[in-house]
């Protein structure tokens, strides 16, 4: 089990995702663990990540399932391969599709946790689906496809 | 035809959601408005709201794909209603579900420009569709179900 976040891995040249990247200052470095076969990220909102007020805005929980997504995608991958997250060549991935489907609205004055697991992987795509609770209640869940980084679109 | 933005005419109360809420002052603030039976609204990324560098983050495509819809859904129902969207009671919509397909990475430095239509209005729910472009290229399409908000969650 890694003790470091995923994305505490990335290359430098690719952490600069504003859901992700531990270099945007301005954004919301998420990180996510694995715990078993799932995967989990914990956020806390801030104030003004709101909706209707007392709720959080549906634009962040997406953000996050869809971050979280690509980095279990490439957790999984590495696992596959059995081999640690900082080892070469680096896996990243790419949202092709995000589906979020929102139960209720979610409480701002809580911890969100998402927990994902892996449906698919299959050649460079893979298939993640995350459920995202506060308070323990299941208050959405998404089902992201993502692909593995075309390589003419490093930099 | 109203010259005024949709979102602009959301009571106070509705009006703090960081993507299209005109009193939160760190949010998107986006701003829409019909073009005939489109609706439109443009909106200019910030360096910082990055996924890889030189493109933008999925989930803030996907954060604007949302807040429009629910906008564009508010403002369907004023007009089949035909009345201005400063009357009483309001519309005010909740997302339940929303699917966003990336066709191809979105270049930061553009303004985006997300045009939706409204697909099917039925009772509470309006669905709406929508293409968001930059520099006239096609880079992703939402689909987003809207319900309107419960009076019970009014604030």
Redesign the interface.
Known sequence: MNINAFQDSYPN??A????C?SL????HQIKSYWEGDETVCRFTP?P???????YV????I???I??HSTGTAAAAMFRKENRPMDSLPPF?F?????????FK?TPIDSVLELRAKVLEIKGRKVVVEVNLFAENVKCAHGEVVTVQ?PDD?K?
């Open positions: 040249d690719l600069h995702c504003y859901g990247g945007n200052e301005h954004g801030k003004y990540h709101t909706a209707i007020p007392g805005y549906g634009g962040l997406a953000s996050l869809d971050c990243r790419l949202t092709a599709s995000l589906k979020v489907d929102y609205p980084m679109l930099v």
